[in-house]
């Protein structure tokens, strides 16, 4: 079977059996400026020609991260189907107008902050960040807010997935995928 197929298919059935607020989390983790490995969780926006795509800032830390070593890891867990999926590849940014579509389809307010924030920096006046967030709610129209350029997304091409489900009987289901010689690969693991 094709991960990226069974990834598409468990993460439907997830999403059908999810009351989670944000079914589409997920935890990117990237090799931090300092050495130390860094995760954060993230939307994973969707899954697209086999890539998997996120979004955010790129002058954030997860930003200068990837642009120092683009070697990332995505983890999936879903509660209501108990299920894993743990994905290791690389990350590059995606074009200027996938990154406009996708910042278009967020909500006004998450659009203005994306504006006027920086995401990450340290804050040293709350009151005026805040002032400046409830200027923009109040002055800006949808059409007036547009992408900034430090806000863009990355598609992570992968080059392992593993799959994870969980069993009572703790004999868990392990299936990796590794991608090499142009095709996956398919390995069974010890739970």
């Known amino acids: 079977m094709d991960p990226i197929q069974k990834f598409k298919e468990w993460q439907q059935a997830e999403l059908a059996a999810s009351s989670v607020t944000i079914p589409k989390a997920a935890c990117l983790s990237t090799v931090g400026l300092d050495g130390f490995p860094n995760a954060r969780f993230v939307e994973l926006k969707e899954v697209l020609d086999g890539n998997f795509i996120v979004t955010g800032p790129i002058s ?9 070593c683009n070697k990332v890891a995505l983890t999936c867990w879903w509660t209501a189907t108990e299920k894993q999926v743990r994905i290791q590849g690389s990350a590059i940014k995606i074009s200027d107008e996938r990154a406009d579509t996708y910042f278009s389809e967020r909500h006004l307010g998450s659009r203005i902050v994306s504006n006027i924030s920086n995401q990450g920096q340290e804050l040293e006046d709350i009151e005026a960040l805040l002032a400046a967030i409830e200027h923009g709610k109040q002055t ?39 991608f090499g010689e142009g095709m996956w690969k398919k390995k069974h693991l010890q739970p």
Do not use: C, N
């Open 60 to 68: 954030s830390r997860k930003g200068l991260e990837i642009e120092q």
């Open 140 to 178: 800006l129209k949808d059409a007036d807010v547009t992408r900034p350029d430090t806000w863009s997304g990355y598609a992570i091409i992968p080059h392992r997935i593993e799959f994870f489900e969980f069993t009572d009987t703790r004999f868990h289901q392990r299936i990796l995928f590794e």
